[in-house]
């Protein structure tokens, strides 16, 4: 099964789509988004291009029902699937009658959800409902309705199985680009390979957003600051190999050398390099710092265990 939603968040004029399929690397090959135009999705033997292409009828002012309707002429449309949704009016999409059966869509305002191949018939519906039911970001809300499908049927929505999925996510901004910071409202991430792709596609989400306050952190104007971003980012993703170092160094720098200790214990064990990057980290504290020093024994410590 190829099985996706796109959706505009009503909220932040956000633009993104999810997709989950049997295939490799499904993220490079059926869902689209241009800042500031929308989101679309072209599966089940529609042509690649077909995405560019919907996506510059939207820019030139046509509605996602209009966009659809005109590339449905096209003449291996019959046997595909496609879906649009602009900056204004409601999501649209097409589902042709050569489609992969069992195959479906279903649009409910912004948002569109289609599916083939499909175990069992209420795919389109369930992404929907976990889509709406759903918290937080518009990036959330669209992993979150890949992971309800996962649910359903006694071994998942599609009998094949899944190989891959990705989440995309473009701003509201027409021609803005990413930046890296931690605001950045880009979102662009990807699981090519991997026997549940949509639960490591969640999970990556989460490294995601820690890392947004890592970057955070990099940017504070005082060691408190930086501290409080790493300790955010600890409580979204605990025990992640680059996230749990940076906790335990930065607690030492912070002077707690009791909490550090064990931080930085329980991180080398997932990350084996954590003493190596605490002894660097010392180096390049100020001298004569009193956290420095703390990192800096601890490190001592380490080295004679």
Do not use: K
Request: net charge negative.
């Amino acid at each position: 099964m190829t099985l996706s939603i796109i959706a505009r968040c009503e909220e932040t004029g956000r633009f993104g789509f999810a997709v989950a399929s049997c295939v490799l690397a499904v993220g490079t090959r059926i869902g689209a988004a241009r800042a500031g135009v929308g989101a679309v999705a072209v599966q089940d033997g529609g042509w690649l291009h077909w995405r560019d292409a919907l996506l510059d009828l939207l820019d030139r002012g046509l509605s996602a029902a209009e966009a659809t309707a005109m590339i449905a002429l096209a003449d291996d449309a019959p046997a595909s699937q496609l879906a649009a949704v602009g900056p204004t009016g409601n999501a649209s999409a097409f589902t042709g009658p050569r489609s992969t059966p069992v195959t479906g869509h279903l649009v409910r305002g912004s948002a569109s959800a289609q599916a083939n191949t499909m175990a069992v018939p209420d795919v389109p519906e369930t992404l929907l409902s976990a889509f709406e039911a759903a918290d937080g970001p518009l990036e959330h809300r669209l992993v979150a309705a890949l992971l309800a499908a996962d649910t359903l049927g006694e071994h998942g929505p599609d009998y094949r199985g899944r190989q891959s999925a990705a989440v995309r996510v473009v701003p509201a901004e027409r021609g803005r680009t990413p930046t890296g910071d931690a605001d950045d409202p880009h979102v662009d991430l990807r699981i090519d390979d991997s026997a549940h792709p949509t639960q490591d596609l969640a999970r990556l989400l989460d490294v995601h957003r820690a890392h947004r306050h890592l970057i955070a952190a990099g940017m504070a104007h005082d060691d408190d600051e930086r501290l409080a971003h790493v300790r955010r980012a600890a409580q979204v993703a605990h025990g992640e190999r680059v996230v749990a170092p940076l906790l335990g160094i930065r607690t030492a720098l912070a002077g707690d050398a009791d909490t550090a200790r064990d931080l930085l214990r329980e991180a080398a064990r997932v990350n084996p390099a954590t003493w190596q990057w605490a002894a660097r980290s010392a180096e390049r504290a100020a001298a004569g710092d009193p956290g420095a020093d703390v990192l800096a024994e601890l490190v001592r410590e380490a080295a004679s265990s």
